[in-house]
């Protein structure tokens, strides 16, 4: 407590991934005066964007839903809780009765930032067990996560650059000077990536789009869109043909697969994909011996390579060329963190696992196979129009906006007008949520408490922080573990109103035995009861936190390793403990039921086929639509902040000149966009940042729907880009949707 009565908190920003320290002062009444990056933080150390100081706006917005809402003759309005999970359970509970599969889920991006819906969401999946549960990983980076599983055998086994002792880094489609940075958890992208080069690294950027991040690299290249894996598959190509492929006696010897690989990259020469990708094949030929020649070096892709249509076998060409020139497993390298809590492959026997499976079921109407116990959200809309046995008729949403996230959102948008049911956990009426019967709202992340359960399984340091709310909680918005196991509990059979502390205890409960019937664990010896017993008198997310911590590889395993993690200690350190750089973890961290790297694992040469094929189209003419993320914007949801959205609009249609003139278009007047799916009118700018024969629009916007409480965002509604994302149009592996490289004419609005 200051003099003043002010005082001051720490607490872990969850917005993006960088999970930077936030200190935060607050006056006597508990208002919010400022928000500043966390000196002390042993992390972030200090570092902050625009978006972690709008927490405060976000945290006092009058637009946010403070009340459960209802729909009453068409309207919606606040109700209480009692009143909402009535209406829930008389209308859930007979469609439930019918059908499970008639119940989908989707889970929107903020659940990856959010303690209680990591932990608790999965209770309340489970509980529905439908197969319709969908998510923002399938337009985002389940191919990552299903080339990691293949290879490494967990879809969290996905080695991160070790930027900060790197010489070499080669970025293809990430901008983490925007995004800060994704499956790589480093706050201060920018400052890691000047230091990389101040100490004599280079930096080489492979994107359709000059980004902030290609502005400050030592060398970019436009690419063409959904065409990395070409070009991947040409670099792997060419340290084949040059002997330059030299993984090591340690990775040789834990690796199946090599001689396949040189087998399959001899059908990319260069000069074959050079036109493709509209890189010349000499300059291919220097980026492989550059990558080889470089003392420590990394491959890293994101966004711009995984929502493509090649996005699984690019994602998994990232990591080919990251072993093929010795850099996997290795300081400077592309490594393998290993979290405090939950890590998948830090548990059970070292080296040795049931591999991954995929496919278990499909979708109903296009039989995509499901990944990670999801399906394509890509086919959400055709499961609730498509009428049949399996037919989806409810929908719960939790924090999550698909209508404007989400391919063919006009498609969408009319589809969940068709639904018998739509709940949505969301702190907003926008887009998606305006179509639901019933909105139950989630506290401020001022109100709760924090820890990054999955973003520190991708960190590029292994670090643990805690922090608890920075505000009291009200009773009156209670955190969402309550809210998901009140809609457990219907989705269990036992009405309205089932009690929310035995199921929680269940959920502990379950958690321990998982726990002690894992080979290994530092508990192998002791009770349930007992552990249940040093657990109290925590409850919710706070005593799963502690129970993963404590049993995780740096916990004090209930008493067995003095000075070991737990709850506890990491609430003794606001500014998080530091766990140290990454270090080298195979063989031990794969779960391959061969216990190797499976270099070439059998779905992926299938899809070789497709992607050779792709090299018959040469030089394409045809205009693409891909995205831009800034550094003000959220995907969709925080554009009603009026520190965020100030200044003249940013949602415009980048355009090269050679294209403005193509299409006869004037910088600043509007341009009409068509694809197969729709229409949107933009903005146009005319800039050279974009490579000819590629137009940029960023995503998220769109907020011009009737019947949404955003006043700021829909003064500024700007053109939803994902009107215009094609729903059919997927990685044909992994079934993510492609919102990079979207087939579009262009005219000016006037014609
Ligand atoms: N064209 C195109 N489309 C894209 C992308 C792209 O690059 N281009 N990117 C894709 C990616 S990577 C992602 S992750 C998705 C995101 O897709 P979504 O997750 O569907 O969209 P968001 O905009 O993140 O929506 C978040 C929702 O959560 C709500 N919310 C915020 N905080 C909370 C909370 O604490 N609790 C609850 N219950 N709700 C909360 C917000 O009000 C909002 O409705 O978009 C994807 N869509
Ligand atoms: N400020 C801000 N930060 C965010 C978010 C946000 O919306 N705003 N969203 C968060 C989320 S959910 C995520 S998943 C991450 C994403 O993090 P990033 O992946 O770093 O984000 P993007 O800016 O979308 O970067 C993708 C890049 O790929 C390029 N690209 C498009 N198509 C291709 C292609 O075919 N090949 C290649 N090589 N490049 C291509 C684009 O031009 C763009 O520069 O960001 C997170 N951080
Ligand atoms: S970079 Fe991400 S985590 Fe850091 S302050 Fe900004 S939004 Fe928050
Ligand atoms: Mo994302």
Redesign the pocket.
Known sequence: MLTNGHRTAYRTCPLCEATCGLELELDAKDRVLSIRGDKADVFSRGFICPKGSALKALHEDPDRVSTPLIRDKGELRPASWDEAFKLIDRRLSPILAQDRNAVAV?L???NAH?LS?LLYGRVLTRALSSHNVYS?SS???IPKQMASALMFGTGTTVAVPDVDRTDHLLILGANPLASNGSLMTAPDMRGRLRALRARGGKLVVIDPRRSRTAEEADEHHFIRPGTDAQLLFAIAHVLFEEDLADPGPRLTEMTAGLELLRELAAGFSPELVSEVCGIAAEEIRRMARELAGAPRAAVYGR?GTC?QEFGTLASWLVDVLNLLTGNLDRAGGAMFPLGAAGHSNAAGPPGRGRGARFGRFSSRVRGLDELFGELPVACLSEEIQTPGVGQVRALIT?????V???PNSDRLDAALDELELMVS????V?E??RHADVILP?PS?LRRSHYDLVLYLFAVRNVAHYSPPVLEPQAELPD?WVTLLRLAGVAAGMGPDADVAALDAGVARALIERELATPGSPVAARSADELLGELEPRVGPERLLDLLLRTGPYGDGFGAQQDGLSLAALEAAPHGIDLGPLQPRLPDALRTAGGRIELVPEPIVADVARLRASLQRGAVDELVLI?R?QLRS????MHNLPVLVKGKPRCTLHVHPKDAQRYRLTDGEPARLRSRTGTVLAQVEITELVMPGVVSLP??WGHDADGTVQSVASDQPGPN??VL?DELLIDALSGNAV??GIPVELSPAAA
Do not use: C, F, K, M
Request: hydrophobic share 25%; net charge negative.
């Open positions: 989707y929107g991006n903020p959010n819906n923002a337009v985002d980076q966004i929502t939790i924090g999550g906006n698909p404007i996230s989400t956990l969301d702190v907003y926008n998606t949520t989630a992340p969402e995205g993320r959220n995907n969709s949801w995503h998220g880009s994902n994302a919102l990079n």
